[in-house]
């Protein structure tokens, strides 16, 4: 049997101004268990930030004793915050004895720099990371990147995102795909209040791929694969550096002076190292065993001459031509 206790007015509870507020409590609570839940989420400190995380809504709340102790939930139209961070879901758990919520169905992370959307997540307050599985997806506010996979992990603490699972990232006109892809966030120095993203690693089958913008027909890639790769960006999200490892390829097709198509070259070796000016690929390196070949500008647009797994897949892109939040 539930007994609905409703507040009207005063003071904000859990962070939340009442109003018309109708919480569903079970009728079995002890007063002392009412109190604790009054107080729930409200003065959450955590060791290191010293920030509290505070439930700003819900449309109701309730509380019991499971297996692994007492609990406490919320539902509908879920939303907390957390220093700059705010959560968003339709259903969450707190267990108070494991220090962790569990967040359920539209689970949404977002603060100043990036959001980021799970079916499902966790979230630990004391430590200030998540973790979101399903179908995950994220950009950055600056709209520089985007990206999906089927797990991630957020760490507020180490300023960085964990992607797993059939990951795939786009940057402008580029493709990065990988078993993992952790990004790297960083303070833009002009504005302090706002994260870039300054290294992206890519460990297992690291793939990028990047459209030739100078001619429009045939449309063309440039690719580099490699075991592993890390990609340096400054602080206006341009690639200033591409470091492939491990059984690295690259290929690129290449312009006169004029800037007139001159052939495509293909390059393997342990390492390959790119360097970029303004965005743009101004010199390649390669390190170990090096092999390769140059192509005629006949070639151009054949696809027998792609590197073994390229293939493009834009329209996966969830954030593809969206001005707006999902």
């Given at each position: 049997?539930?007994t609905?206790?409703?507040?009207?007015?005063?003071?904000?509870i859990?962070?939340?101004?009442?109003?018309?507020?109708c919480l569903?409590?079970?009728?079995?609570?002890?007063?002392?268990?009412?109190?604790?839940?009054f107080?729930?989420?409200?003065a959450?400190?955590l060791p290191a930030?010293?920030k509290?995380?505070?439930?700003?809504?819900?449309?109701?709340i309730?509380?019991?004793?499971?297996?692994?102790g007492s609990?406490?939930?919320?539902?509908g139209?879920?939303?907390?915050?957390?220093?700059?961070?705010?959560?968003?879901?339709?259903?969450?758990t707190?267990?108070?004895q494991?220090n962790?919520?569990?967040l359920?169905g539209?689970?949404?992370?977002?603060?100043?720099?990036?959001?980021?959307?799970?079916?499902?997540?966790?979230?630990?307050?004391?430590?200030?990371?998540?973790e979101l599985?399903?179908?995950?997806?994220?950009?950055?506010?600056?709209?520089?990147?985007?990206?999906?996979?089927?797990r991630?992990?957020?760490n507020?603490v180490t300023?960085?995102i964990m992607?797993?699972?059939?990951v795939?990232?786009?940057?402008e006109?580029q493709?990065?795909?990988g078993?993992t892809?952790?990004l790297?966030?960083?303070?833009?120095?002009?504005?302090?209040?706002?994260?870039?993203v300054?290294?992206?690693?890519?460990?297992?089958?690291?793939?990028?791929a990047?459209q030739?913008?100078?001619?429009?027909?045939p449309?063309?890639y440039?690719?580099f694969s490699?075991?592993?790769?890390?990609?340096?960006?400054?602080?206006?999200?341009?690639?200033?550096?591409?470091t492939?490892t491990?059984?690295?390829?690259?290929?690129?097709?290449l312009?006169d002076?004029?800037r007139?198509?001159?052939g495509?070259?293909?390059?393997?070796?342990?390492m390959?190292r790119?360097?970029?000016k303004?965005?743009?690929?101004?010199?390649?390196?390669?390190?170990?065993?090096?092999?390769?070949k140059?192509y005629?500008?006949?070639?151009r647009g054949?696809?027998?001459?792609?590197l073994s797994?390229?293939?493009?897949?834009?329209?996966e892109?969830?954030?593809?031509?969206?001005?707006?939040?999902?």
């Amino acid at each position: 049997m539930k007994t609905k206790v409703c507040y009207i007015g005063g003071e904000a509870i859990f962070g939340m101004p009442l109003i018309d507020i109708c919480l569903t409590m079970r009728k079995v609570f002890s007063v002392p268990l009412l109190i604790a839940l009054f107080f729930l989420f409200q003065a959450v400190a955590l060791p290191a930030e010293k920030k509290k995380i505070i439930l700003q809504h819900a449309d109701t709340i309730e509380g019991g004793e499971a297996a692994s102790g007492s609990f406490r939930a919320v539902t509908g139209h879920v939303v907390f915050l957390h220093d700059t961070m705010t959560l968003k879901c339709d259903r969450a758990t707190d267990y108070g004895q494991e220090n962790k919520i569990v967040l359920k169905g539209n689970v949404y992370f977002t603060d100043n720099s990036v959001e980021i959307y799970g079916d499902n997540g966790v979230y630990s307050p004391d430590k200030g990371i998540g973790e979101l599985s399903g179908n995950v997806r994220g950009r950055m506010l600056d709209n520089s990147l985007s990206g999906k996979a089927r797990r991630a992990t957020v760490n507020r603490v180490t300023n960085q995102i964990m992607l797993y699972d059939d990951v795939l990232v786009w940057h402008e006109r580029q493709q990065i795909s990988g078993d993992t892809i952790l990004l790297h966030l960083k303070e833009v120095a002009r504005s302090p209040k706002r994260k870039s993203v300054d290294e992206v690693e890519v460990k297992g089958k690291a793939f990028f791929a990047a459209q030739d913008t100078l001619f429009v027909l045939p449309v063309v890639y440039d690719q580099f694969s490699g075991k592993s790769m890390l990609i340096r960006l400054n602080d206006r999200s341009k690639i200033t550096g591409i470091t492939l490892t491990s059984q690295a390829e690259s290929l690129y097709h290449l312009y006169d002076e004029k800037r007139k198509p001159s052939g495509i070259n293909y390059s393997s070796g342990d390492m390959i190292r790119m360097f970029f000016k303004d965005g743009a690929l101004g010199r390649v390196t390669v390190v170990g065993g090096v092999e390769g070949k140059q192509y005629p500008e006949s070639f151009r647009g054949d696809k027998g001459i792609n590197l073994s797994n390229f293939f493009w897949r834009e329209r996966e892109n969830p954030f593809k031509q969206q001005k707006s939040l999902p």
